[in-house]
Antibody
């Protein structure tokens, strides 16, 4: 049973850099894309981007200039950096897995969300 | 960018009733790339339907997905108390690679 555990700073000031890491436990790390998805309070889901074990990334053009996604295959971890945050970046951030085979185009495993608040 | 518009925004029904949720895309979406998720308060979403009409592992058969092109539907045949949640459709393939609809809240009447 794959489990994803995110962690990182939960309270940031405007203009700071958001940094989150997600550890993957209990399953294969290679062969999948690992995603970051966020959900502002009371709103819908926004896909931020993804990375695979080789370091190949895809990201949302709306955030691309501020987003860096990295992978550490030695630790089965991947991370998100989002620069120059504003209050609009306040959200629950999910790390997740894009699936394999039938689930290739979908998010089939989700971690617990971690809340990030941007406030001065 | 493909925009997914879900309707209605909120659906109020009673247990035992049938729910019909709509997801309309601004451009044609391959049926293979359309999915549905359920999200309960305080929880991460859960994949229900993939490929527009296939149920994910462990999903009860009261959940049915259908549609093609720009119009997709999620039907819950007989609502159980645990089905009241927010539902999102999702497409894959157009930039951005993954987009979600804004969600339909299914609430108890």
């Amino acid at each position: 049973q794959v489990q994803l555990q995110p962690w990182g700073a939960g309270l940031l000031k405007p203009s700071e850099t958001l940094s989150l890491t997600c550890a993957v436990y209990g399953g294969s790390f290679s062969g999948y894309y690992w995603s970051w998805i966020r959900q502002p309070p009371g709103k819908g889901l926004e896909w931020i981007g993804e990375i695979n074990h080789s370091g190949s990334t895809n990201s949302n053009p709306s955030l691309k200039s501020r987003v860096t996604i990295l992978v550490d295959t030695s630790k089965n971890q991947f991370s998100l950096r989002l620069t120059s945050v504003t209050a609009a970046d306040t959200a629950v951030y999910y790390c997740a897995r894009r699936g394999y085979h039938y689930y290739y185009y979908y998010i089939d495993v989700w971690g617990k969300g971690t809340t990030v608040t941007v406030s001065s | 960018e493909i925009v997914l518009t879900q309707s209605p925004g909120t659906l109020s029904l009673s247990p035992g009733e049938r729910a019909t949720l709509s997801c309309r895309a601004s451009q044609s979406v391959s049926g293979s790339y359309l999915g549905w998720y359920q999200q309960k308060p305080g929880q991460a979403p859960r994949l229900l339907i993939y490929g527009a009409s296939s149920r994910a592992t462990g999903i009860p058969d009261r959940f049915t997905g259908s549609g093609s092109g720009t119009d997709f539907t999620l039907t819950i045949s007989r609502l159980e108390p645990e089905d009241f949640a927010v539902y999102y459709c999702q497409q894959y393939g157009s930039s951005p690679l993954i987009t979600f609809g804004q969600g339909t809240r299914l609430e108890i009447k």
